[in-house]
């Protein structure tokens, strides 16, 4: 149980971190959340982290940093450290000058140094004890090139730093890129100068200027500064893009490019601690040179100030602080109100269609309402009309008949009392007139019910009524028959034989022809009849407001029998009525006897 309780305990690394800087510097935090996120890694052991902030750039005098050194050496002399870690350039000079006093044989490893300095580094007393992870002398370059693509009529370029020693290590990267531009771009410098002078002179910059802020840590004066908090005055003074070398800067007023990402350089450094606590000499660990911490960022905001093209950035900037236009901060709103009003139109237009066709379909039944009224008059009319026609007959012609022949009979009764008189001769008189009685009574019950039809067919009831119509009529009325003319259902012959009624009766009444040519066409599906007459002819659609009913009686027929009617007539041309009706529907048991075909 001791030995699984000594197993479980994981081995301490105990790691210092020396700041140059205070804790609420924009660099440091930065640096300090990239060395805790990669000490915070898992490992096989635990890690206690020690933060000493030493504030260099303010307490620079030598007996400050004595007093330091005794501070450190006294707070972790007792202490075994296993590592420690300098960030920015005071720091590490600060190690250069007493590691063997304060940490002696520890290894180091150094975080947020201008390449330029690793051979200071190399040569101190811990030279064979560190790594460490650079800045590199290309980003500068970058940086100066990127601008330079913006504007490439620049023709001066101003270089700001300050008086510090860690300020003037730091501008020696800038300050060599800018110096080979000459002569074409002529380098100001404005470096070691008092803020006061470096603003006024920013102040009455020619107007094809660029600015490059490397840190302002002290000025001539011996001021203590935040470089970051700098680079708002001098936005507000120099009228021309402002560009830095750290990301630490952005949002402040540059207008970014390629710069070191300071979290990204506490990461790599917080790296390579792990490889050194793990075992591995800091001395066979090769520095990082900086490459990889690189981060391009653009300000929208200083790009839309100086009139920067966003066409020529490189493919992997990003760009931020970009202000959101009205779609973007309503783009939700927008589409909805979109999409709401357009679902509201559609509604309105199938509102409006849907009231168009409804005004349309009462429009239709009104009018069908008024030709049914209009051919229901019609047909009470021709109602009232043949029942007025039949009593006349009836009255005027079989009645007096029937009166005529009483009388006669009455004459024979008288007669026959009487003898000698001539009696067979009034009794066959009589039976004449009784005979023509009886063909003139079965040629009205004929017409009133074709039982031709039935008995015969279709084709002679059609004929036998062509050739009374034409005795009776005097005209020349010829019917021809083409095709088969089996199976036709009854009510199908019917509506055929009373079109062809219809349609002789209204020739014979109204159209004052010479001819008529009746045609008859039979096929598997449907049968084509055909009435032309040569006489006065007349407009279709003023036969809808004569008071008579023959044209919509035969229309009725030919819809109820699922048929198509047409009629084609003008004045003076006569008039043609062509029928088709179908023979989907065959009812047998309704069919024309096949023996009077």
């Known amino acids: 149980m001791a030995a699984e309780a000594s197993a479980s305990v994981r081995v301490e690394k105990r790691v210092v971190i020396l700041y140059s800087m205070p804790l609420d510097f924009p660099a440091t935090q930065l640096a300090e959340n990239g060395l805790r996120e990669a000490l915070s890694e898992k490992t096989p052991f635990s890690v206690q982290i020690f933060s000493e902030y030493l504030d260099l750039s303010r307490f620079r005098h030598e007996n400050q940093r004595q007093a330091l050194s005794d501070l450190l050496r006294q707070r972790y002399g007792a202490i075994p450290i296993d590592l420690v870690i300098s960030v920015d350039v ?154 830095g070398i750290y990301d630490s800067y952005f949002g402040s007023g540059i207008v970014g490019g390629p710069m070191v990402g300071m979290r990204l350089q506490g990461l790599e450094a917080g790296r390579i601690a792990l490889r050194i606590l793990s075992g591995q000499p800091a001395g066979e660990i090769p520095f990082n040179d900086g490459m990889n911490t690189k981060v391009t960022l653009y300000d929208w905001r200083q790009l839309s100030r100086f009139r920067l093209d966003e066409d020529l950035l490189p493919r992997d ?48 039944l009104r009018c069908s309402q008024h030709e049914l009224q209009t051919l229901a008059r019609r047909l009470i009319f021709s109602q009232e009309e043949e029942l007025s026609r039949l009593s006349r007959e009836f009255h005027d012609d079989f009645v007096q008949r029937l009166a005529a022949i009483a009388i006669e009979i009455g004459t024979v009764e008288l007669h026959i009392r009487q003898p000698g008189g001539r009696i067979l ?133 030919v819809q109820y029998a699922k048929g198509e009617f047409a009629i084609h007539s003008e004045p003076g041309q006569g008039a043609v009525i062509h029928v088709t009706v179908p023979l989907e529907e065959k009812r047998h048991d309704q069919a024309e006897n096949p023996a009077g075909r």
């Open 90 to 243: 005071p720091a590490t000079h600060f190690l250069i000058e007493r590691a063997e006093e304060v940490f002696p044989g520890v290894p180091v490893v150094v975080c947020d140094i201008p390449e330029p300095y690793k051979g200071n580094i190399l040569a101190s007393s811990f030279g064979k004890r560190v790594s460490g992870v650079l800045e590199p002398s290309e980003l500068a370059r970058r940086l100066v090139a990127s601008a330079l693509r913006f504007k490439p009529e620049t023709k001066h370029a101003v270089l700001i730093s300050g008086a510090f020693e860690n300020d003037i290590i730091r501008a020696m990267l800038l300050r060599q890129a800018l110096t080979a531009l000459q002569p074409r771009v002529e380098l100001i410098d404005l470096g070691g100068l008092a803020l006061g002078e470096i603003l006024d002179r920013c102040q009455s910059l020619p107007p094809d200027s660029l600015v490059f802020f490397s840190t302002l840590f002290v000025d001539a004066k011996g001021r203590f500064f935040v470089p970051r908090e700098v680079i708002p005055s001098l936005s507000n003074y120099a009228g021309c893009p402002i560009w």
């Open 425 to 557: 001769d009034e009794i066959i008189d009589a039976k004449k007139k009784i005979i023509s009685l009886s063909e003139d009574m079965h040629a009205l019950s004929r017409e009133l019910h074709p039982s031709k039809l039935r008995d015969f067919g279709l084709v002679r009831a059609v004929k036998a009524m062509c050739l009374n119509f034409s005795d009776r009529e005097g005209l020349a009325a010829d019917c021809s028959f083409e095709g088969e003319f089996t199976e036709i259902p009854l009510d199908t012959a019917l509506c055929l034989y009373r079109v062809v009624q219809e349609g002789l009766r209204n020739i014979a009444k109204h159209a004052r022809a010479r001819r008529v040519d009746i045609s008859l066409q039979g096929t598997e599906d449907k049968l084509v009849l055909t009435i032309k007459d040569d006489g006065a002819g007349f407009k279709p659609h003023c036969a809808k407001l004569t008071p008579g009913i023959g044209l919509a009686s035969m229309r009725e027929r």
């Open 317 to 364: 900037a990003t760009v931020l602080y970009r202000e959101s236009t009205t779609w973007d901060r309503y783009k939700q709103y927008i589409v909805g109100t979109a999409i709401l009003f357009a679902l509201q139109s559609l509604l309105v237009v199938g509102l409006l269609f849907n009231l168009r066709q409804r005004k349309k379909a009462e429009v239709a």
